[in-house]
């Protein structure tokens, strides 16, 4: 199983509805990184989260973590065709370690 | 975008055969890692560095060797590849690492085939 599980793992969504993708582990998140992925491409950095209940935005793009710290959500407000892609989380698990883990990723379609 | 490139972008090799992904960056960062990434489990750690010559496994580790002669190029060397090596690598660097709290940017992957 997953350390750090996302949901959904797919979402399909009308071009200026909201959404959220959710990033759970059963483990405190010490550092938690949303990116963006578009096929065939790299990662694109959306936003870094560390202390529980932090909250950044970037855009149309909101992220949180809880207070407990192990989980986060990314809510896109007011969706666009530019927001398509695969968004993934990554965090640190194991405090003070390199050794990221990362999510299976959350395909993101947006319809007209 | 951070100042990261890997070599080659595609490769195709055959099973048996040596094969080295290079990774090359020009922001100075003193980390540098190296993931793969494959359906159903995401981006795993392979191997990687902290500093000139100063190296640790990652979560995936046999099968790969990597080396670090000069602050900007990070190696990946398969010794012998297998088919369970196809898969899309991605380098990634940060300034003082994940444990510091610091992100860890990407480059635009390699994806590997072998037959």
């Known amino acids: 199983s997953q350390e750090l599980e996302q949901s959904p793992q797919s979402l399909i969504v009308q071009e200026g509805k909201n959404l959220t993708i959710n990033c759970t582990s059963s483990?405190?998140?010490?550092?938690l990184y949303w990116y963006k992925q578009k096929y065939g491409e790299g990662l694109i950095f959306l936003m870094m989260?560390?202390?529980?209940?932090e909250e950044k935005s970037h855009e149309k793009i909101t992220a949180k973590l809880d207070e407990k710290k192990q989980q986060s959500s990314l809510h896109i407000t007011a969706s666009q065709p530019s927001h398509a892609g695969i968004y993934l989380c990554?965090?640190?698990?194991?405090?003070?370690?390199?050794?990221?883990?990362f999510g299976t990723g959350t395909r993101l379609t947006i319809i007209p | 975008d951070a100042g990261i490139t890997q070599s080659p972008r595609h490769k195709v090799t055959e099973t048996g055969t040596p094969v080295t992904l290079r990774c090359h960056q020009t922001e100075n960062h003193r980390y540098m890692y190296w993931y793969r990434q494959d359906p159903g489990h995401g981006l795993r750690l392979i191997h990687y560095s902290y500093g000139v010559k100063d190296t640790d496994k990652g979560e995936v580790s046999d099968g790969y060797s990597v080396s670090r002669s000069k602050t900007e190029d990070f190696l990946l060397t398969l010794e012998s590849a297998t088919s369970s090596q196809t898969s899309v690598y991605f380098c990634?660097?940060?300034?003082?690492?994940?444990?510091?709290?610091?992100?860890?940017?990407f480059g635009p992957g390699t994806r590997l085939t072998v037959l």
């Open positions: 483990k405190t998140l010490y550092g």
């Open positions: 990554g965090a640190d698990i194991n405090f003070g370690n390199e050794k990221l883990t």
């Open positions: 989260l560390q202390k529980g209940g």
């Open positions: 990634a660097i940060s300034p003082r690492g994940a444990a510091n709290g610091d992100t860890q940017y």
